[in-house]
């Protein structure tokens, strides 16, 4: 929504920043990119395909083919049409916003009147031919130099494809699946969000609940009844889902008062002498023996049915990635694959053999662990120090990694690995086979005696494949390995977050010049500025995830994504949120600021205090060893809550060293005990429904502090703060602030100036905005005579 030009300032008054400029638009005109898939791109309307293959079925003596389908098709190389027409580009220009009459063609620049005077007025009617085209010129050089993106940046922003197509008319879809249904006689199918490697964010051909629901947030569950259709997801997906679905789905919102606690708990709840189907592969294995346990007292089963239903009516469904594997250098693990392996097969040997509770016997060649089956795609990445780029945003590879005393064998498609790649592996001790060659392999029991070591996390299609004599269920002992990052990676972390906060500082000064010049930018455009200022940075990669560029009522959604095709402008009269981070060589970042462009709202203002309050005490947080994420929780939420406010999804999470932007175990919701060398996002926020949002994230890791007292010897910890980017001080009410809480913002905002001074010399306009920051007051000046309220620069 554009706001209407402001009126003409008094004639005897000088105040400033009350422009006469009318709003104008920094946008596309109409026309398409290339169309073609890329790693953004939803599931798109198709039905019928050719059957995938589970070798588990329900355990039974049909599982002779060892492969799946959907693992075996010809993979997709995604095509770059960098020669379009150039008149068939959309090209960034300044467009009418306001309504107002029609002015005669010749004259463009909004209004008719000299850009001297400002626009709309008035002013410069009168002139002569030559001195109108003359101003006209001139007005679109400025906006190709100040509003257009040229060379490849424009050839990225054209060739974008819009990963939303809108709400899919889910009945053909649904019909089709529940013909597969009623030839299983089964009263439920059930379509999770994870792949085969229970990864939370997937490759777009493993998106079937995407595609089954139309429902695009990264968790959620779709189960399919004979008569109905059901989505299940917590709260952070809540609105964004009764947007998306349509008349043939409903919502079922986890975690709400009275509600279920996840889709486990409600399905048990319907379920009595049900058969309920689901595809093994996709479904962990602790989910499995925990829903089996609880569907056993109400006759109910689960069953495997050999192909996946969705993967069967999904016709055209996209092929799988093919993009090549890499090493990942020393200089930025901080630790050789070859290291990892050997710490990983000391702790295999060290753990104590399986007996079963029952026997007194001593434990034989068969009880003991002998080796482990890896199928977390991070945890494989790590260990070998490989990255790949199968999944978007996560510089991951499709792939399964066996490691005994002898022998490591890399489970991955052919032509993903380089012959420099291959080289690499054979250094390490590493075999290579073919990616579905797994199923062989375990059903052969090719390592011999002994037990194979799996976390719970791993697919239930393969504990069926070996089964429960042949496995032992351990806590992933990798992904605590990876959740401790050693001197390097800190190392790398801090050169992340100060190029990221670079890219950030000069985003942020563009767009509040752009908003104050009287430009209507709209969520995506702001959103992918943001991330041509990080395409800038050294090593940089990508992004770590979606963008969330939210204003208004979306920024109310945690989980928001812009559309290319929505053209949303930024409001000045409600907060506007950015969540989002780079994947960089030396590190993967996490980062969000909500600003405001016009005066916010006394509501707004206190909110956002409050929000401001719990960050900083998670951030000020010292606290003994043994203390875990969950503890700190009520240190973001206290002073929400002395409002009567609070905000539903985590305080924090782990991340990776450029890899997945979530990791654990730790996190400010779980159990596990922080420790140095953890690193962890602090992100209190507060969202009013259909309204407005805020948060604001910042990332910190563990490390030890000394303390006065000392009590109990040197066993406090403490955070230190990774990111540098200024909190605007605008929305803040100064009064609700401590005098320590004063002076923590003070200090931050004076912080990011010291750290990224240095790299903003050439960049005039970024400089002078951060040195504004960081020496602003907290607040805004109250109205003055007449309601005139002045923010001075």
């Not at 190709?144 to 040229?150: A, Q």
């Not at 189960?223 to 989505?231: I, M, N, P, Q, R």
């Not at 009880?367 to 991951?396: E, H, M, Y």
């Not at 401001?612 to 010292?622: K, M």
Request: proline residues 6%.
């Amino acid at each position: 929504m554009a706001p209407p030009p402001p009126p003409p300032p008094p004639p005897p008054l000088c105040i400033p920043f009350i422009s006469k400029k009318k709003t104008r638009r920094l946008t596309y005109t109409e026309g398409n990119g290339t169309e073609s898939f890329n790693s953004q791109r939803s599931s798109i309307d198709r039905l019928e395909r050719a059957g995938s293959y589970s070798p588990t079925a329900t355990l039974t003596s049909r599982a002779e083919k060892l492969t799946f389908s959907t693992d075996t098709e010809s993979y997709y190389d995604a095509p770059r049409n960098f020669n379009q027409a150039r008149e068939d580009r959309p090209v960034l220009k300044r467009a009418n916003t306001t309504k107002e009459k029609p002015t005669p063609k010749a004259i463009t620049n909004n209004g008719g009147g000299s850009r001297k005077w400002g626009y709309g007025y008035g002013w410069g009617i009168g002139k002569k031919d030559k001195e109108k085209e003359r101003d006209r010129q001139m007005d679109v050089q400025q906006a190709r130099e100040e509003t257009t993106l040229v060379g490849s940046a424009l050839e990225r922003k054209m060739n974008d494809v819009d990963s939303y197509k809108g709400i899919p008319d889910t009945t053909e879809r649904l019909t089709a699946l529940r013909e597969y249904m009623h030839k299983d006689n089964l009263d439920y199918y059930v379509i999770p969000s994870e792949d085969a490697h229970g990864s939370e964010y997937v490759a777009i051909n493993d998106k079937r609940r995407e595609w089954i629901s139309g429902f695009t947030g990264s968790a959620g569950v779709a189960v399919v009844s004979k008569t109905s259709a059901y989505l299940v997801t917590d709260s952070r997906y809540w609105l964004q889902a009764q947007r998306q679905i349509d008349r043939n789905w409903l919502l079922v919102a986890a975690g709400s008062v009275d509600g279920p606690k996840d889709w486990i708990e409600w399905l048990v709840d319907r379920a009595s002498e049900c058969r309920i189907g689901i595809d093994a592969r996709m479904l962990s294995h602790e989910k499995a023996v925990l829903l089996n346990n609880q569907l056993a007292p109400k006759r109910s089963k689960l069953y495997y049915p050999p192909q996946n239903f969705v993967d069967l009516i999904w016709k055209d469904k996209p092929s799988r990635s093919r993009e090549p594997v890499f090493v990942q250098p020393l200089k930025f693990t901080g630790m050789e694959a070859g290291a990892k392996i050997a710490q990983l097969r000391q702790w295999i040997q060290s753990q104590p053999p399986t007996l079963p509770s029952y026997t007194k016997r001593d434990a034989i060649a068969g009880d003991k662990q002998v080796c482990t089956l890896l199928s977390s795609l991070s945890s494989i990445a790590w260990l070998l120090n490989l990255r790949g780029d199968d999944i978007p945003f996560n510089p991951v590879f499709h792939s399964y990694l066996f490691v005994s005393a002898e022998q490591a064998i890399l489970f991955i498609e052919p032509a993903k690995v380089s012959a420099e790649v291959d080289d690499y592996l054979a250094s390490i001790g590493v075999q290579r086979q073919e990616y579905n060659a797994v199923w062989t392999f375990l059903r052969q029991k090719s390592w011999g005696e002994g037990r194979v070591i799996i976390c719970p996390q791993t697919s239930y299609a393969i504990s069926l494949m070996l089964t429960s004599l042949r496995y032992t269920v351990l806590p992933p002992i990798i992904e605590e390995w990876k959740a401790v990052k050693n001197q390097t990676e800190v190392e790398g972390m801090k050169a992340a977050y100060i190029r990221d906060g670079v890219a950030y500082v000069r985003w942020l000064a563009w767009l509040e010049y752009k908003m104050s010049q009287g430009y209507d930018i709209t969520e995506y455009e702001a959103a992918w500025r943001l991330t041509e200022f990080r395409r800038m940075g050294k090593y940089y990669m990508g992004l770590a995830y979606e963008n969330i560029s939210a204003t208004g009522k979306n920024a109310a959604l945690p989980h928001y994504t812009p559309h290319k095709s929505d053209e949303i402008m930024i409001r000045r009269d409600a907060p506007y949120l950015n969540d989002s981070g780079g994947q960089y060589r030396d590190g993967t970042c996490d980062t969000t600021r909500t600003i405001h462009f016009g005066r916010p709202t006394a509501e707004q203002c206190e909110a956002f205090t409050r929000v401001l309050q719990g960050h900083i005490a998670i951030d000020s947080a010292i606290f003994p060893e043994g203390t875990n994420g969950a503890q700190l929780d009520i240190l973001a939420r206290k002073a929400l809550w002395q409002d009567g406010l609070n905000y539903m999804h985590g305080t924090g999470h782990g991340f990776g060293s450029y890899l997945n932007v979530h990791e654990g175990p730790h996190g400010f919701s779980s159990q596990v005990p922080l420790v140095p060398g953890h690193v962890i996002t602090n992100e209190p926020g507060y969202y009013k429904e259909d309204a407005w949002g805020m948060r604001i994230e910042s990332a910190l890791f563990v490390k030890r502090i000394k303390t006065k007292g000392e009590f109990n010897g040197d066993i406090w910890l403490g955070f230190e703060r990774l990111t540098c980017v200024p909190i605007q001080t605008k929305m803040i009410k100064d009064s609700m602030l401590s005098k320590e809480e004063r002076q923590w913002l003070k200090d931050h905002n004076r912080r990011c100036l010291e750290k990224l001074e240095p790299y903003l010399r050439e960049d005039k306009r970024a400089l002078k905005w951060l040195r504004r920051e960081a020496e602003r007051s907290i607040g805004l000046a109250s109205p003055g005579p007449g309601g005139i309220s002045i923010d001075w620069d």
